[in-house]
């Protein structure tokens, strides 16, 4: 992929987020929000994002190019009971945060894509339940698919915008069933 001087490219900023500043989403909505943990954790996750996109637009006005990739995922589109309402919610506004940017900005040379990735191996899933075996994550997208991906979107002229791109494992345990259920 060639670079080009001036261009902005925002990816999973979010994970970065949290890695800079911990805490700060946690306690930005403690003191407005006293509600169950649920609407904290949407809140928390949903300004993250918000808040780090809004942060590159004047940047992107100024020089009439930027593209924001914003990491959400299959269940924002296509919502599970594994997932759970609060996760779903947060991956759903990601999308339409990406959709409103697209709308909003497009006249001033800015895109936004949403990455839907379905089940992808990271460590995340020793928190499921029903851990998937290792035979079950080696069929699974691996972090150096959405790499790949995550590239050639960064790598379309200015001109492409692709709204919305939902990548998933061949071995789609959404369509085939066996997902984790939690033990009655």
């Known amino acids: 992929m060639q670079e080009r001087p001036g261009r902005s490219v925002r990816a999973g900023?979010?994970?970065?987020?949290d890695q800079r500043r911990p805490g700060l989403r946690e306690r930005l909505f403690q003191r407005e929000f006293q509600l169950g943990g649920r609407f904290r954790e949407i809140s928390g996750r949903t300004t993250a994002t918000n808040a780090s996109a809004l942060k590159q637009l004047?940047?992107?006005?100024?020089?009439?190019?930027?593209?924001?990739i914003n990491i959400s995922s299959r269940a924002?589109?296509?919502?599970?009971?594994?997932?759970?309402?609060?996760y779903n919610a947060t991956k759903r506004a990601v999308i339409a945060l990406s959709e409103s940017i697209n709308a909003e900005e497009c006249k001033n040379g800015i895109?936004?894509?949403?990455?839907?990735?379905?089940?992808?191996?990271t460590p995340i899933l020793e928190k499921?339940?029903?851990?998937?075996?290792?035979?079950?994550?080696?069929?699974?997208?691996?972090?150096?698919?959405?790499?790949q991906t995550i590239l050639y979107l960064a790598s379309l002229?200015?001109?492409a915008c692709v709204n919305e791109l939902i990548i998933s494992p061949t071995w789609n345990r959404f369509?085939?069933?066996?997902?984790?259920?939690?033990?009655a």
């Open 13 to 17: 900023f979010d994970r970065h987020f």
């Open 58 to 68: 004047p940047a992107m006005r100024a020089q009439k190019d930027g593209l924001i």
């Open 76 to 86: 924002g589109r296509y919502p599970s009971t594994l997932t759970g309402a609060a």
């Open 111 to 121: 895109r936004a894509t949403s990455v839907l990735p379905g089940e992808v191996a």
């Open 128 to 147: 499921r339940p029903v851990p998937p075996p290792k035979a079950e994550r080696e069929r699974m997208l691996q972090a150096e698919d959405l790499g």
């Open 157 to 159: 002229p200015p001109r």
């Open 175 to 183: 369509y085939l069933g066996g997902l984790e259920k939690a033990k």
